[in-house]
């Protein structure tokens, strides 16, 4: 006898869609897959920084290098170097200054990082305070370092004024003041005024200090001071243009040669 | 300790591939583990207690996995012959006595290559 019984029916159950949407992120055609960080942190300035950090020491190359393997920002990377050749005792100030001036030109190429990276959060109205205190803590450092190096420079005029035979203690008080008397004899005196030529020469040129101190405001008021020295104010003006033109040209053939 | 003619070489050696890097970077499709792996290679093969033709024989196996280092590599062998007036042959010879039979053919690869293009 036959039965109706049904038969046993293949039913496709399709599979239960997830609860959830996954995203599937598709890299797009030429989009970015490296680690931002790692570029952010001066990678493509690399060879300019190199080419004179090599001056700081002959171990920063091989420092950026390691720099680059590890993934890290190269921030620091000459402050470290430099305390490093310190504990050695193994630098002098020119070296120091290059490598602060190394340190602080990452800073702020890091610095503009940050604070487009600040801008673009607060555009979207999700400020991220860890960058805020990235920037404060790096432009606190900057200001720092630029403070070191100024406290390691020389002041420019009172070596001058040493250089030309005023009395240290003077030249460090007054060092304007002391000056004023030698640059009023140079614009009679030709000998005076070799000599004073010859310091700044062998300063390796007048720095912007030198420059502001012998502008022609300077040299006007030195004019009057002197009274009868007054008449020769051509003599003055003409003292300082020998002097800025002198050494503009002297610095331009350095550089060409 | 490394003489300084050695300390000079290293520099250079370490400078071209950091102007490598610096283009790579700029290019801004090559991913940082590559930049990394060129940094990594470059430290250890080319080390500051190297002597001239130590770092010269590692020098130029630079670009054997990193080919963008090619450039640097024919720099360097260009420098090595001009600057140190070291015959590269004599490299191949040090290989060979060694019995690094592998190194001599790759560098006598090399050398070929080098004086092609020399002779461009």
Known sequence: MMTNEPKDIDVFIPPRKPDFDIDLEVPKQNEKVYDENVIESSIKDIAETANVAAEVSSNATRLILKYIQAGEKLTGVFEKELEQLKSEGKTDRKQAALAIDLEVGLLLKRVDIVSKKLSKSLANKQPDSALAQEAESIIQKIHDLKEERAADEPNQVVELAKALGVDESLAIVNPFGALEEKLALAIIDDLARQRIISAIEKMGGPTKEIKDFLSHAKLQDNVKKYGKRAAMAGGAVGLMMVLSGWFAMKMESAKRQ | MAIPQADKFRKMIEMEVLKVIK???????????????????????????????????????????????????????????????????DMVSDFVKAGKHDDAQDAVKKLLEFKAHEED
């Open chain 2, 23 to 89: 283009e790579l970077a700029q290019r801004d499709d090559t991913p940082s583990e590559k930049i990394q792996q060129i940094a990594q290679t470059t430290l250890e093969l080319i080390r500051p207690e190297m002597q001239l033709t130590e770092l010269y024989q590692n020098a130029v196996k630079l670009d054997d996995r990193h080919p963008e280092l090619a450039p640097v590599v024919f720099k360097i062998m260009k420098e090595y012959e001009e600057r140190y007036h070291k015959k590269t042959i």
